[in-house]
């Protein structure tokens, strides 16, 4: 029998996937189970319209975190941190400080655990922090420290 799979199934095969199992394995395990459908012209049909339409989601996905990208890469974020003696910092700027600012100075919500800083910032200047908006898609923030 065959039959179009709806979840990954351990060696079987992943989603969307149509494979040929044995008639009992598909009535007493896939079926049940709602592991899968039987393969006839309307299942076939329908899921291949739904296939049709989380494809075209995931480009529009695709292309909204585009123009999301532009848009944080033409602004910069302005945080201010104690500078002590010789220069020296008193603590860090972390991606959730540089989150909130975001939120108070642009208007955006970005998520801190999106930002991709390998350690938090402990110097004046300015620092581009990576933030991943898509898995194809990651912008460059630009984050100015100044002295308070």
């Known amino acids: 029998m065959k039959v179009i799979l709806l979840e990954d199934v351990k060696s079987l095969g992943k989603k969307g996937d149509m494979v040929k199992v044995s008639d009992g394995y598909a009535r007493n395990m896939l079926l049940p189970k709602k592991l899968a459908v039987e393969a006839n012209s309307k299942n076939k049909n329908e ?18 975190a585009l123009a999301f ?13 104690k500078i002590g003696e010789g220069g020296r910092a008193f603590g860090s700027v972390s991606t959730k400080e540089i989150a909130d600012a975001v939120k108070k100075q ?43």
Do not use: C, W
């Open 47 to 64: 899921f291949k319209l739904k296939k049709e339409n989380e494809d075209r989601i995931a480009q529009q996905n695709y292309e909204d």
């Open 69 to 81: 990208k532009k848009k944080i890469e033409a602004l910069q974020v302005t945080l201010q941190i």
């Open 106 to 148: 642009l208007g955006f919500d970005l998520d801190k655990k999106k930002m991709q800083l390998s350690s938090p910032i402990k110097e004046l200047g300015t620092t581009m922090v990576p933030v991943k908006l898509h898995k194809d898609v990651t912008a460059e923030l630009k984050v100015v420290i100044n002295e308070a």
